[in-house]
């Protein structure tokens, strides 16, 4: 039996209606200190705090218990942060910073530099990239609008894109109700799941819907509907269409992590730890997932890895991924 929160509503209803106030988390999770996962890679954020150089991207090897700091090896960018990797083959997506200002980037073991795909002449602050699921575009965010952009392979070391536009007006930067952020495509392309506001009181998120038409023609907006005092943020989507997402509300400012079927109620995960936040949902499909906890011993978020159906977290101890040196460790993204 799959251990749950169950919400008394659905995720999705029509405009206008009712929602109650947030459920009380009630359950700890089932902890263990080792994963099970042996095979597949890993990559993910740390957050040096008050360094220079805050952010770096990591790549984890599962069978060969390999940690590789991948932005060590690059001089051309800084803070590289919210990697994502190809569904198709070896390219990774990321942002960073060159000249100062952040941009989106591509990198592959077969190169020493990243490569730009979203340059000053043409881009304004780009964040937030993701592939879609058939590997051919990414999502991203660009001055705190929803773009997308096709992707051309000219080789395994070479990758440009092409025919980037707009999907959302409006948006705005700073936090602002408008700001657009994180968007991640579903598995026909016909679908984009993004969040506009803030955690912040005066911007409070809220989770959107684009759909779309073919080659992403003719978007049309909708906000999925809230409770009054929700901040719903983050959002991932698997295969099947199920929605993950973190939430908070203004009488619990803990994120917990949420998980919605299809066609079914959002429900309150009881991988959640009560107490902490539980954030950044990485899903491998609709009953596993990596996410990141705050540990409030050591004041720093680490990853988990969590089995939804019998509601176990594993710490992942025996990989070496929350290393102290490493800072916040965030923002994952696992590949089979």
Known sequence: MTLIRALPFAGLLLAGATLPA?????????????????????VYQSLIQNAADASSVFLYDFAKNVHANLSAKWTTVTNARNPHFSPIDRWIV??????????????????????????A?????????????DGKHIVFKNDGDIWVMSLVR????????????????GGSLSGTYTEASAPVASADNREIVFFRGSGEAEAPAQLYRL???????NPVETPIPKAPDAYEYYPRLTADGTLFFARHTTEDAHDMIMRQLPGQAAEELATNTCGADNSDPAPLDKKRMFFSRFDPVEGRYKLQYATIGDGRVFKLKDRNINNVEFGWVTGADYKP
């Open 22 to 42: 947030w459920a009380d988390c009630a359950i700890q999770p089932t902890v263990s200190a080792n994963t099970p996962i042996v095979s597949g890679q890993l």
């Open 94 to 119: 990321f942002t960073a910073v060159k000249n100062n200002r952040f941009s989106i980037f591509a990198w592959n073991p077969l190169i020493d530099e990243p490569i730009e795909l979203t340059p």
């Open 121 to 133: 002449s043409s881009f304004g602050v780009s964040e937030d990239a993701s592939f879609t699921p």
């Open 154 to 169: 000219k080789s395994a070391t070479k990758l440009k894109g092409k025919g980037a536009k707009a999907l959302t007006t």
């Open 211 to 217: 759909t779309l038409g073919p080659d992403f023609s």
